[in-house]
């Protein structure tokens, strides 16, 4: 007989993701009838006290754990008071997962639309060789709408570059001022505030370098010298339908956590520097020794912010190549967001 797995499912949103979090909860609740039947589900979404109500109101469907905190929306995205308050309602939904007894954690981000099979693949790879993975991460396209989470990376550099400068088109006068920062900066006699000054002004010259032609397609350069490249499309290119990789880092939009890593998510001493989900892979679960991966066989939608749009918001809708020489390979395209609802 097969032993009942307790599953905890984590959410969180403010006010301003409410809209996206009514159809998130909707494939939330396919994803959890679709898994196996020996699951004892307990969803837990984590808001402000303005939007508890309406909360409940579309959860009611659930077996549900509603924690609404003190808190006001501030700061831009992907900048340090947000990430901050980010990871504060993760933690608190984190704990009360914990609390619970689950056996398994799995976070589901408000603006995340999972797939039907996203939770029944993600147990399936837990299971994978007796457990060789801790954390199965579904994958699903960036807020920038660019690359598709998951790749390369090291502790100094959580996710590695898809190009190094050497491997990009830099016009002469930039490459000259990267180059008399760098002598700047190794200079032994250098001040503090001189370091610190250079240090930034580096940071503003590999921005632009960033933005720089690659010298040839991801193809030609490995040709020429194979390198562990950051985001999927560069890293493991062709990847989709039928394919689960070994990942160095991992979002926490459609994430399921064993029990060793559910235990290691915690914040202590995260800063706001970076995002909170590199945070926990790289100061939390890497330490530990813990292995992620990420999932393309099936794969996530991404709600994002749009001001061209009339509700703000649009739908990367991700999807497999259905023909030709790349199918199965990993696509989305941009579409208007509607609730449905």
């Not at 790349?326 to 208007?336: A, D, E, I, Q």
Request: proline residues 3%; contains cysteine.
């Amino acid at each position: 007989m097969a032993i009942t797995k307790k599953i905890a499912t984590v959410v969180v949103a403010t006010k301003s993701y409410l809209d996206p979090l009514e159809v998130c909860l909707r494939r939330i609740k396919c994803a959890m009838d679709y898994a196996p039947e020996d699951i004892e589900h307990k969803l837990i979404v984590v808001t402000d006290k303005d939007s508890k109500k309406k909360i409940e109101k579309i959860t009611e469907v659930f077996d549900t754990d509603i924690l609404s905190i003190n808190l006001e929306e501030s700061g831009e995205h992907y900048k340090q008071d947000r990430q901050i308050l980010i990871a504060t309602l993760q933690s608190v939904g984190f704990d009360r997962a914990r609390n619970w007894g689950c056996d398994l954690l799995w976070s589901v981000e408000a603006d995340v639309l999972v797939p039907h099979n996203a939770l029944s693949v993600s147990l399936d790879m837990l299971r994978f060789d007796d457990g060789y993975y801790d954390v199965a991460f579904v994958t699903y396209p960036s807020q920038g709408g660019g690359s598709f989470l998951g790749g390369y990376g090291s502790y100094t550099h959580p996710i590695a570059e898809d190009f190094l400068p050497e491997e990009r088109i830099i016009p002469s006068k930039l490459k000259l001022l990267m180059k008399s920062c760098e002598k700047k900066l190794k200079n032994k006699d250098i001040s503090r505030d001189s370091f610190e000054k250079e240090n930034k002004r580096m940071a503003r010259i590999h921005q632009k370098i960033k933005n720089c032609p690659p010298k040839g397609n991801v193809f030609e350069l490995n040709a020429k010298g194979w390198r562990r490249r950051g985001w999927l499309d560069h890293s493991h290119v062709g990847t989709g339908r039928g394919a689960v990789i070994e990942t160095d880092w991992t979002g926490l939009g459609c994430t399921l956590m064993s029990k060793k890593a559910a235990s290691l998510a915690h914040f202590d001493g995260y800063d706001g520097g970076g995002t909170q989900d590199l945070y926990l892979n790289w100061r939390k679960w890497h330490p530990a020794g813990l292995r992620f991966c990420c999932i393309t066989h099936t794969v996530c939608d991404h709600v994002v912010r749009d001001d061209n749009s009339e509700n703000g918001l649009t739908t990367l809708k991700a999807y497999h190549e259905t023909e030709g020489e790349t199918k199965g390979h990993l696509r989305y395209k941009r579409t208007p967001f509607h609730k449905f609802i």
